[in-house]
């Protein structure tokens, strides 16, 4: 069970950072050999991450997986042109 004060901590976090899933697309490859007329039908892979929004601006979004009072940890960093969608998740 969670202590009062750790909960304060999630409380305080959640003020400043919020939680979001986003939606992105990959590079993407395919090995060996295939006819030309195949390619066409090849997509790009479809990712959904979940984490806590640190920074956006104009060229990525910024968040981490795990989130302490002054340090973060698995920073991932996404390029916008490869972002579908960000969504809140809501505690």
Not at 10 to 21: E, G
Not at 57 to 69: V, Y
Request: glycine letters at 6%; proline letters at 1%; charged letters at 25%.
């Amino acid at each position: 069970m969670a202590s009062t004060n750790s909960r304060q901590q999630l409380k305080s976090l959640l003020t400043t950072h919020k939680l979001v899933a986003v939606t992105w697309r990959d590079s993407t490859s395919y090995n060996g050999w295939r006819a030309l007329s195949s390619v066409e039908e090849l997509k790009c892979s479809q990712q959904v991450s979940v984490g806590w929004l640190l920074f956006k601006d104009k060229e990525t979004i910024k968040i981490a997986l795990s989130l302490g009072e002054e340090i973060v940890g698995d920073t991932f960093l996404i390029p916008r042109g490869c972002i579908l969608d960000v969504v809140e998740v809501k505690i």
